[in-house]
Nanobody, 124 residues
Framework: QVQLVESGGGLVQAGGSLRLSCPASGRTYSTYTMGWFRQAPGKEREFVGGIRRSADSTYYADSVKGRFTISRDNAKNTVSLQMNSLKPEDTAVYYC?????????????????WGQGTQVTVSS
């Protein structure tokens, strides 16, 4: 069992930065692939990026590649999402999630545990 709680969301102007954090509870946290998703009003939840259990590999959606960076600290049971050069279209509720899967899971159905989400609003 893994419990996730996101923090760090807020209101930022276009071009600005935010850093989201997601501390996790659970002794098996380090065995999970961690992912970030987002959901804008009226839209489906979409994959943002992921990081494998050993933190040796990250992967991103094309829409955020080069602007967002995922990292994890297994000693602190925390995964983070650094978001730079934010755009109004990045506005959404952001969720972190844990997947007990190998490879590079990108579908929401691949993930077993979810946080409650944190709102990110980017003004133009």
């Amino acid at each position: 069992q893994v419990q996730l709680v996101e923090s760090g969301g807020g209101l930022v102007q276009a071009g600005g930065s935010l850093r989201l954090s997601c501390p996790a509870s659970g002794r098996t946290y380090s065995t999970y692939t961690m992912g970030w998703f987002r959901q804008a009003p009226g839209k489906e939840r979409e994959f943002v990026g992921g990081i494998r259990r050993s933190a040796d590999s990250t992967y991103y959606a094309d829409s955020v590649k080069g602007r967002f960076t995922i990292s994890r600290d297994n000693a602190k049971n925390t995964v983070s999402l650094q978001m730079n050069s934010l755009k109004p279209e990045d506005t959404a509720v952001y969720y972190c999630a844990a997947a007990n899967k190998l490879g590079f899971p990108t579908s929401a159905t691949d993930y077993d545990y979810w946080g409650q989400g944190t709102q990110v609003t980017v003004s133009s």
